[in-house]
Structure formats: C-alpha cells, structure tokens
C-alpha cells in the first residue's frame, strides 16, 4: 500500500518549457488536491477533484492545468513554465470532502529558471 | 485568503520539555486539523477537531478548540528530537465547499 506517490521527485524547467506532475493513490479516495508550498506562505490549493472526471479551482489556478481521467491518478499540467513557479508541490488525496483527513505525497520540486 | 495563523513561527526547547502551537483563525469553521511536516517530507495528519468539541487527545498530542476565541493550540508534551517538524493548523470554513486553508505553521526544534 504505498498511499500517495508523485512523479518526478525534481525536475529543472527552462522558461517557457511544459511539464506534468503525476500525482497516483491507491487508497480507492475520490478526492484529490494540488497544493503548492512556499516559504513563508504555507500550503496554497492549485486545482482539486471530487472525483473521476471532474475538476476545480483553488485559491492559484492561474498558470496551472489539472486533469483526472482515471479516479486513482491526478494530473498538474504548467503549458508554459515561469520562474514564478518554482516552488514544492504537494499532491493529497481524501475519502471524502468537507475537511476529512488528507494524506499527502512526498512532493515535488520544481525550480523553473 | 483567510488562514489559521500559528504563533510562534519557531520554537526552540529541549528534549523532554512541552511544546505549545497555537492557532488563530478569522470566521466560524466547521473544524480543524492539525498537520506535520518533516523537512522535505510531505505533511502527515495529527488530529482533527471538530467545532462541536472543545479538547482531543492523542497518545503526546493534547489538542484543544475554543470557538469563542477563534483559536486551538496543539500541545505536545514531553516532547523529543523525533518532534523536531513544522506543525500546520487547517481550517475547513462553512463555505469553503470543503477545501482545508492551511497556516503558515509553527517551525519546531527540540534539542537532545
């Protein structure tokens, strides 16, 4: 059971450059979050999902694409990288909405240059 | 955006000793969660409160919610090296369609 697991660990962007951040659960959650961490800020919600096939933005969806075409994988798409975008990203997972437990990745570390 | 705010930012004590983390936040919540995070890890959930109740425990964890106050603190009693993390509040607001707002967290140290 290896909970929640990202993909890369870290990765070094070019300006301009796209990447994607996969995201897996095997916990059989219907919800699934993107977090972005930076210092001094705390944890900032991205995108989310309630579910396969759907979802939503977050507090800073701007720059960012998601998708969840498969209930145990969420996508983070950056088409176009900017140096703004450095940061970690965490990916979490829930049964349930409405503030039940989350269980996170190991994050990912992004430094676009 | 509305956060919990933890205060301090750092706290430094020794092995053996208590740790106290508050947490302030700005309107009614539906409950609230404690986190922590371990250098370059991911967070790990502690302890949920919701806004019916007023104290939780858990094994070192003593965590208690005054909804009058708008406020928790997170107790860690004789605390160890192991402890040393970044402790973050989370706070589910009534219209928040279920999203948690996450502080800014508390960066713990514990000397051996």
């Known amino acids: 059971n290896a909970g929640v697991t990202q993909t890369p660990k870290f990765r070094v962007l070019k300006t301009g450059q796209s990447m994607t951040l996969l995201c897996a659960q095997d916990?059989?959650?219907?919800?699934m979050y993107w977090y972005r961490q930076d210092p001094g800020m705390g944890l900032r919600l991205i995108h989310y999902?309630?579910?396969?096939?759907?979802?939503a933005k977050g507090e800073v969806p701007d720059g960012y694409n998601v998708s969840r075409l498969k209930k145990q994988n969420f996508l983070l798409g950056l088409e176009s990288a900017a140096p703004s975008q450095t940061s970690v990203y965490f990916c979490?997972?829930?049964?349930?909405?409405?503030?039940?437990?989350?269980?996170f990745g190991p994050g990912t570390r992004l430094l676009v240059l | 955006s509305q956060q919990g705010e933890e205060d301090p930012q750092a706290l430094s004590i020794q092995e053996g000793e208590n740790a106290t983390m508050n947490c302030s936040y700005k309107t009614s919540i539906n409950n609230l969660q404690w986190y922590r995070q371990n250098s370059g890890r991911g967070l790990v959930h502690l302890i949920l409160i919701r806004s019916n109740e007023r104290e939780k425990h858990s094994g070192r964890l003593r965590v208690t919610l005054d909804t009058s106050k708008k406020s928790s603190s997170l107790l860690i009693t004789a605390s160890r090296a192991a402890d040393t993390a970044s402790y973050f509040c989370a706070t589910l607001y009534g219209g928040s369609q279920g999203n948690l707002i996450f502080g800014k967290g508390t960066k713990l140290s514990v000397k051996p």
């Open positions: 916990m059989n959650h219907e919800y």
């Open positions: 979490a997972s829930a049964s349930g909405g409405a503030g039940e437990t989350q269980y």
């Open positions: 999902s309630v579910g396969e096939g759907t979802t």
